[in-house]
């Protein structure tokens, strides 16, 4: 299932998997089903990182849930669009100001005035 999976918006690859857990021995019967889902994406933001800096990772109650929860996240070509704006907005104000959510949301602000 994890074939479904979009790739991620932040780094574009990586490795993305989703196991079942919380599962409970039952004696002659085995293991109980997974009483959820936990989702974990690994990936490099740069070709140049010696370990992955692109972390997601929750839980859901089901599979089809994780899945959903993955591939239904914010549309990349409008987040791209904002970081890009925000990046260049810095680089005209000489970047004195320091990178804070703050300083982007304010800068977003002016954006749109
Ligand atoms: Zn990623």
Redesign the pocket.
């Known amino acids: 299932m994890t074939d479904d999976l979009k790739p ?1 918006p ?5 490795i993305t998997t989703i196991e079942g857990g919380g599962q409970t021995w039952r004696g002659v019967n085995g293991y109980s089903d997974p009483q959820f889902y936990h989702l974990r ?3 490099k933001l740069s070709e140049t990182d010696d370990f992955p800096r ?1 972390f ?1 990772e929750f839980r859901c109650r089901t599979e089809a849930e994780a899945i959903a929860a993955w591939n239904t996240r914010a549309d990349t070509t409008t987040w791209n669009a904002a970081i890009r704006a925000a990046a260049e907005a810095m680089v005209a104000i000489g970047a004195d100001r320091p990178l804070t959510e703050e300083t982007l949301l304010a800068l977003l602000k002016e954006e749109k005035e």
């Open positions: 991620c932040f780094c574009g690859g990586g994406h690994f990936g692109c997601v």
